[in-house]
């Protein structure tokens, strides 16, 4: 019998009690499912894991049953088998068995179709090893730590925690070209008893809350919406409640001491609601919505009905900068975006989910558009592109696909960013308005007549309604962005004709995997600014462009830019007859794609001075600062310095050129008395700056004290602190007074009269003195160099290990002097500086440190984990044994990458059949209930052999032939 659990029945509702004792890790529940037979049916599947099943009745009549857990070993123990794609089809089969029902109810006679009944199942859990999280003091860890629960469950994991129907969408995972009758979702009624001092935080919406007579508390929560399983989360703890000051139907909640924190941190969530309300024009989802704040959160986000779970690292003081962007404004927002799309709207089938992940993204996106401004939003875009492009590759399935082994693949984080980026390529190509009408007509809703279905997100109706606005066929896109894996890679090359006066680009698709389609150049000529249009579609592409304006050498001119503005800029620079100032293939980001330009130092100069793109600025910094042009670098250094006091610029690009110019330095390898003359030069120039900007007015040797008050001032103060600190002679190390500097700067710290936190500055501190030791002379530096450099790393050491040591007796805040101590300390060790000793690292990877402590020794240990047996048996202990679920897939999951990029390292150093057997066993059956440790697993599987690795890229080169 081959047919879905829910294809042969409708569960109109159930209702579901849970009994949580959080001291003793249990659970005993009840719960009572409402089921219409579609079809003449003899007996009822449910999917149910983990529990274990005390007794089921069927109108209050006791029937058998049989359970079977078909995901617990993906293949038998004794299977010889230790193949990446065996594997991945073996999970396929188990999840198609598994979506059939685990658990078999016998209805002990034929239920006619119309007819229904009331299935009532009696279930128990005891320390559940997935699905639920509890976080307790352990042995001699935290020991204040406040006890509390919450599920951890990804999508297709509610049957871990809860008898029920389970499967997600229309389609099953690798059941391709198998349509499927859309699935039918229940209401719900959701019950809690916990202890008098605790809080049950839920989905849905709270109808009641009552005192037992057995010191318990009963609470009440009702979703009358049709909704799935995988949207039920809940949360038990002592928290603290926080009613929103703006929004009277938001509650937030956290562990007890953090209520004032959290005022701070939450205030962003109305003002994310309010724009989410007014760009959708329509209004918030759900009548109720509640934020939770729980220790040792799986993900970041945990969206479920009405309720978002998110960890309690996110909540922060007003005192601390660092946090405002980067993390809390963008999480809150994401939170609410996610609620719209991927809870109201609900995606039709699991390959539909890069849609809702991507509106959601795309919407935060916009938000920080509004509340940033457009340069902070035009980063934000060019860096997320940046990271996704570094990260997709050929061994990653595409967006949609069918060869993932679990439905959560499909909610991935690297699913969430891509799915992003192309959304954000489709805004290019059809307009922002068209695109935000199309978001505001999927919010409303598209309810089936019987009320059974929330309105479903499908990417072939949302291509539809794309085609609606903007006729033309949208198969290229799917193709390239959607079925495919990996960016495209265009090398870019050109040549000038002056005679005809036209330059002609030749574009290299450096891949076997070729994209097609319209591509954007934007040139920059000496008189103004021009774009063109043409098609790629083989792998060697050439356009050629007439230019307008012709050559002026040595003349300063007024030049028309992007934004229709008239600057004067000197043409001395240009060493070409090309009368053009710069380019820029595709400055709209509308391919994915990563570009290797072939253009002269000085077009980067001029890109990076005068271009009106923050992005187009940045980026072209960061080629000015890997220039290899050795007779034109003073010139290059002077445009970076102007480019760093210029108050007009985009203060990310400034803190960026500071950045740049000991990079730039370092480019003369091998021209000693060059490069120290250089860094000496520009060693005076950045600590001038310093004094002069930052210094005290009357005393322009002693910093001032810390006023962070301006948050753009504060980043460019660490930049020119970051900048100095690299700065390196033609000997390997530091100019003399760099090391004297900083250390005032430690020394001196006055943070008594800041309204702001110096915890990550004086982070910033320790690791720009690590910097500043660089790495051991060279052998021609004098013997008083060699004797000042050993003094150096002396002091520097001394300093880092008193610093830490503070902050264990008064910790900073997330101990963020601890992490760049060892930030500091491991890049020492890296240079070769001091020792390699690794205990110290291992120690902080430990239960009992803070999460953010604990990823940084984590990531520290996997870089050297390649090279070092016992590191990697550690790291694969923490993933088997680890307390923290968060934990043991962050393992796996940093590893893969470490020993995909150091293959050959790996295999010199490690016992690899030893390394796969542990691996394989991991994934193969120590991850049962956590579906995301078992992925981190594969992943990390995928790495180790090159057969497997042939393998990946094998398979996902067959489905994009078959597409």
Known sequence: MDIPVDECFHLKHQRVLWDIDIANETVKGETELHIIALKPITEVRLNSRQ????????????????????LLAVLPDNDARRDFGDFREASQEQYKLASQGELVVDLKKNLEKGASVKIQINFELSKPLGGLHFVLPREDFFLDRKPHMFTSADKGEARTFMPCVDNFGDIGIGQENQTRVAPQYPSWELDFTVDSDMVAVCAGTLENQSTLPNNRRLFQYRITTPTPAYNIGFAVGPFEILPDPKLPETTHFCLPGLKNQ??????????????????????????????????????????????????????????????????????????????????HVIPKAPTDAWLSLGIAGFLTGLFIEETFGRNEYKYYCYKLHKLVCEEDNVSRPPLMTELHTHVSEYFSTFAEQKSEVVIRMLEVRIGKENL????????????????????????????????????????????????RSGPAQLKISFQFNQQSNVMTLNVEQQHDNIFTGDIKVAVQEIDNFVEHV????????????????????????????????????????????LPVLWIRLDPDFSWFRKVELEMPAFMWAYEAEHDRSPAAQYEATCQLACSDV?????????????????????????????????????????????????????????????????????????????????????????????????????????????????????????????????????GHLLESLAACVGCNPSENASSRMKERFKETVADVLVIITNAMNVDKIAPSFQQAVTCSGLRAIARLQRKKVIPMQLAHFRDHCLYGHLMEVRKVAITILCRTAVRNQADMDF?????????????????????????????????????????????????????????????????????????????????????????
């Open 875 to 963: 790291l694969l202990e923490l993933a088997e044994n680890d307390y923290s679920p968060w934990c043991r897939q962050l393992c796996p999951h940093i590893l893969a990458r470490e020993t995909y990029a150091h293959m050959t390292e790996l295999k010199e150093n490690l016992k690899m059949q030893k390394l796969v057997e542990r691996v394989w066993s991991l994934m193969n059956l120590g991850s049962s209930y956590e579906v995301r440790l078992r992925i981190a697993a594969l992943e990390l599987f995928s790495t180790f052999d090159p057969n497997t690795r042939e393998n990946v890229s094998g398979n996902l080169k067959k489905l994009v032939v078959a597409l």
């Open 51 to 70: 529990s274990r099943i005390t007794g089921v009745t069927v109108n209050l009549i006791q029937v058998p049953y049989r359970e079977s857990d078909f």
């Open 534 to 577: 043409f098609h790629i579609e083989n792998q060697n592409s050439t356009v050629e462009i007439n230019l307008q304006a012709k050559n002026r050498h040595g003349k300063r001119k007024k030049v028309k830019l992007e934004n229709e503005q008239d600057i004067e800029i000197n043409l001395e620079a240009v060493k070409t007859d």
């Open 436 to 483: 935000v009408e199309i978001f505001t007509q999927l919010t409303s809703s598209n309810e089936d007549e019987g009320g059974n279905l929330p309105p479903l997100l499908s990417t072939d109706q949302f291509f539809t309604q794309v085609s609606d606005r903007v006729p033309q066929r949208w198969t290229e896109f799917k193709s390239n962005w959607l079925e």
């Open 630 to 762: 050795k007779s034109d670098i003073k010139r290059l250094l002077t445009v970076l310095q102007k480019m760093a006091i210029n108050n007009k610029l985009f203060w990310r690009v400034r803190a960026r050129a500071i950045e740049a110019i000991p990079e730039l330095i370092q480019s003369l390898q091998g021209e000693d008395d060059k490069v120290t003359g250089f860094a000496e030069e520009q060693k005076t120039n950045l600590i001038k700056l310093f004094r002069r900007v930052y210094g005290i007015p009357t005393i322009r040797d002693l910093p001032r004290p810390n006023d962070f008050t301006d948050i753009k001032e504060y980043y460019l103060i660490k930049a020119l602190i970051k900048g100095i600190a690299n700065l390196k002679n033609g000997y390997c190390i530091a100019p003399e007074g760099v090391f004297e500097f900083l250390c005032e700067l430690w020394v001196v710290n006055d943070n008594s009269e800041n309204r702001f936190d110096d915890s990550y500055y004086r």
């Open 262 to 343: 959290l005022a701070h941190t939450i205030a962003v969530h109305a003002v994310a609601r309010e724009f989410a309300a007014r760009i959708l024009d329509s209004p918030f989802p759900f009548g109720t919505y509640q934020q939770v704040f729980v220790d040792e959160a799986v993900a970041p986000i945990s969206s479920y009905y009405g309720l978002s779970i998110l960890s309690t690292s996110v909540i922060t003081s007003p005192r601390i900068i660092e946090k405002t962007l980067d993390e809390i404004r963008l999480l809150l927002a994401r939170a609410v975006m996610l609620q719209f799309f991927s809870i």
